[in-house]
């Protein structure tokens, strides 16, 4: 039996890239689509790579239109999710893709989001120590961040084996994709092509409590996180580079150690060879996320890079792999670990 | 029970998208991957968004590793095919995905390619009528090229129904992915990023004879064609331009009529919606062919678009679809209409 | 004594651009710069790359702003430039970038355009046969369209020459500045990124009218034009591929002669030597336009294709370079024909 | 009366924008062009966007071609360039943008580039404390690298104003061009676009030593550099992102006041109003620097950032640069702060 699931906010990115998903999920059914300004609008005209469902006309945002689904994936404005859900019933999957639910902090969600906090729903990045078993049978997931995903793997495992002081420096690219569909001069193709920059500098980015939170709980002890965004000239993508200051008595071999055994059952989490480097091309469209680490002994830091598809792993992929545990499928149903390249 | 595929030209471009479709296919065990300045390496090396066949090493292109399989696919430069496909036998379907076995006319390969005739393999484009019925059971196929794919598809209805002079004029943009991976200096980033130029003007493109031959045959009678292409700043994808007279009478509807009975029962070819045009990205990593048609009155001329992706359905995605016919197979097995976007 | 310039539209792409120009303009001294929604901001936060313009602040678009000067630019929206130049007096030199005083045909105009015809001012491609002449002491200049220019210069000489039929099929890709800097989703980075697609087919283009009149002057008989412009993922550059049969006769020296003898004493435009072939790269932020052309014999069919930056020589080197003749100056002052690539 | 400049290795991206600038340079003849592989070849083949220079041939590298002019600069392969310095001839300025003579200490040099230490020239930055003085009237200056460039502009004032720790941490977004011209497989277009890769991770980089040294000498103590550079889908400009926890005290005040006197009189480094951020788009084709700086308060850190065109103040402009201050010519001749954009 099918199961049976709806998508709010279907014209965007995430949206898209979730039915992308779901298109080749065997055990799921695509029920209701729904947008607001969009509501009436052909899904072929707002997602014309979608072919299969190019004749579907998305509805409204409304709890008739939602309800009668075993699944609910939220791709809305941050801020709307709580609502929708209060309404959807305790029995449903509500699987969040935007941050609402993600902070345990409601200080740090007034903070940075500027409006009270809505709670905290088990969180859906299940290689972190713990994710998992909060995820089985859970009814509500919170679908971390693009930069969070690809941060907090990089660097859980050398906060968790302890090989690394609590000061964290990262600095991340990301595709254009991550800023979202609404039609914005500084992300038209003629002034992102060809040019990097960051935004967000100096612990501004939303993302940052989050990471400070996955990066504490792995230490045990909190972690400060200097986190520097930058946008990149190519669609999707996010590779991020994380490093801390080493340990004492840190070593190239334990450092190596750590992430070998963090990821030794990970279908997802790929540790490169040593000596290979992961580069976001050979992730596209997949939910794979390729990891290498280095021990610097001149600098004395550790340097954890990742790259992950910023849709895919980063968002729709998470949820995806979110909803498979909490509806006890096989984790990897309907997911891939290849990529789209060159 | 499986079908065992081998793979001989793994490493390059379109080896690696045949195994990313073949990794997706629920029919084919993946066997002999071959290689020949690689052979020895890791697969992980060349191919480093194919994880799961990460560890798997290349052998040299010999009859011997060849040997024991029911399928063996051929990328391998142009002029190479005919040798290994003879020691292959005739109860191996061989897929050859080079230009030796495509055209007819030998007079038309020793201009273009300066080399003897190999001969004539059952073609794979199966959307070209008559050529589904010549695939059915063959052992032997010679897939299209990646620009003839995209061009034929876009212009055959016209000519298949006398509605267009047999003098065609055709612009197609194409990905850097389709010269290969090679490393040439102007297919070199710095190069291609921010650039659009032709290659192969005036006729001189080895595609061309090939192209004729598909219009040709559709018309029934000889068509020129002007074919000019063009390299595009993007890893994938072909946009073809394509245009030619309208025979006196012609109208928009009959245009539209043509089109929308070509395509009718095509899984993978989709005639937009009237106003809505194709874009490569669209049809990224799937085996779609996304067309549109217009009649412009004032010029006199039908203007048909398509897009695909050269490396899918231009390369390996038309090998797997022929595979498919040639076995038996659900023509649509392993394959998807549906693009990675954006 | 400096000539004193304003420039009303300087947020825009062509203003933008022009100010560049103007800045490395030895005569020229830059006078106000307008906006109408950006009144009032900084240039330095429109244009961060004209940075010893980055303290001054845009006006409003008036009359009386814009008085006081020896040159005024206008960057404006199709259809206003009428009413600001009738304020402007006589002796002033108004350059229009827009498209209002183009056309010759009032029909055609109110066809594409929709509105009254405002007239025909002396148009501003001096490299056509009668157009310098016409521009030296003109006070007013209609500067092409982008796709007009790089097509106009690439096929004037076979019509000139009297070497071509009047049917002429021309297929462009345009850098995604031509579109402008309006945020419109189908412009997002996100989307153009890695995507070919062509818009406005089957004549439908503005820029088609403007075509006909050029090749239809120079065959001194109508020409009708198949035009298809596609957008390409860069920022800039626009290559057009234009091919017309050629009439009886014809061969390749006689084309190569015609090319020749029609850009001798160019000094924009750059014929290449045969067998090397433009690309947009090449003029990146130059005034040059490099062509090449040949006779495809087997089609019957003359191939010329041109290269230039679309918002150089295709908008405001355009302007410049009218200004310059109109004003007496050496036509070249403050142009380059050298590109910055890679 | 012109200075006459020879340009060793001009069919590289280095020497390509180097003639690019000599060619806008009033003072500048341009003299002999040489090549090794290429010697022979049309500069037009080689680089088509130089018109003016396109008939030029390329001469081979030999001291008789070099002999009898006032500049000769050096692009060549890393350690190549003593051997032509020493018959040059000490009247004649010599410019080196290979990494030759950077270095002071020659160990550093040995470990990281694996020959003996040709020697220590003056240090073509003229905005680092000392330097300029040391450049005045010199015949012999070693162009720095592009990324050393970036990151000792962007951080240098914080060490020389004593804010911060000597530990820095450096993420650095390159385009292609910084990896030159020679054809690699992953600098093909096909594997760059869509993508962001690191390498030389872990200290590998030989641009690191080139960072310590500069680092420090500003400190006035040996500062750490963990630095990660990554290469961008796009062809030219670096962005780099510069750390460094703030020494007890530090104030965002204080770090706004280091950065506004460290360049209150630089007229190539732009120190953006507060809340605005560099990009490289912004400085493309241009000499100047973009940079913002930021105290994170929460991490305790500093961050600077840094845009440049790699090839333009990271090579080639800083080369003509450091010769205009060497021949005692205005430092500003024939450069520009104003960028290509969009």
């Not at 340990?247 to 290979?276: I, M, N």
Request: one cysteine or more; charged letters at 15%.
């Amino acid at each position: 039996m099918a199961v049976r699931a709806a998508v709010a906010g279907a014209s965007g990115y995430a949206g898209g890239e979730l039915l992308r998903l779901l298109l080749a999920h065997p055990e799921v059914e695509i029920g209701a689509l729904t947008g607001n300004s969009n509501a009436g609008q052909r899904l072929g005209a707002l997602q014309p790579h979608l072919l299969p469902l190019a004749d579907r006309v998305l509805e409204a945002t409304t709890p008739e239109v939602l309800a009668g689904h075993d699944v609910v994936f939220l791709a809305l404005p941050h801020g709307q999710s709580a609502a929708v859900a209060e309404q959807l019933g305790p029995d449903v999957l509500v699987v969040d893709m935007g941050a609402d639910f993600r902070l345990k902090d409601a200080g740090d969600w007034e903070q940075f989001y500027g409006s009270p906090h809505a709670g905290t729903w088990p969180y859906g990045l299940p290689e972190l120590p713990g994710a998992r078993a909060a995820l089985e049978g859970s009814r509500r997931v919170a679908v971390p961040g693009c930069y969070p995903t690809a941060v907090s793997l990089a660097l859980f495992p050398a906060y968790a084996a302890s090989l690394a002081e609590p000061e964290a420096v990262i600095v991340a690219a990301s595709g254009t994709s991550g800023a979202g569909k609404a039609a914005k001069p500084h992300l038209l193709g003629s002034e992102v092509m060809g040019s990097m920059s960051p935004y967000g500098v100096g612990g501004l980015h939303r993302h940052t409590p989050e990471m400070m939170q996955n990066l504490g709980a792995a230490a045990g002890e909190p972690v400060t996180v200097s986190f520097t965004p930058t946008l990149a000239p190519m669609p999707r993508g996010i590779l991020a580079t994380c490093t801390a200051k080493a340990k004492p008595g840190v070593t190239a071999e334990s450092v190596r150690a750590a992430y070998e055994k963090a990821f030794a059952d990970e279908p997802f989490v790929h540790l490169l060879p040593e000596g290979q480097w992961p580069a976001t091309a050979s992730v596209y469209g997949s939910n794979a996320v390729q990891i290498q680490v280095a021990y610097d002994a001149a600098a004395g830091r550790i340097i954890a890079i990742s790259a992950i598809d910023n849709l895919a792993k980063g968002t729709a992929g998470g949820a995806v792999q979110s909803m498979n545990i909490a509806l006890g499928l096989d984790e990897t149903t309907g997911l891939t670990t290849i990529g789209v390249a060159p």
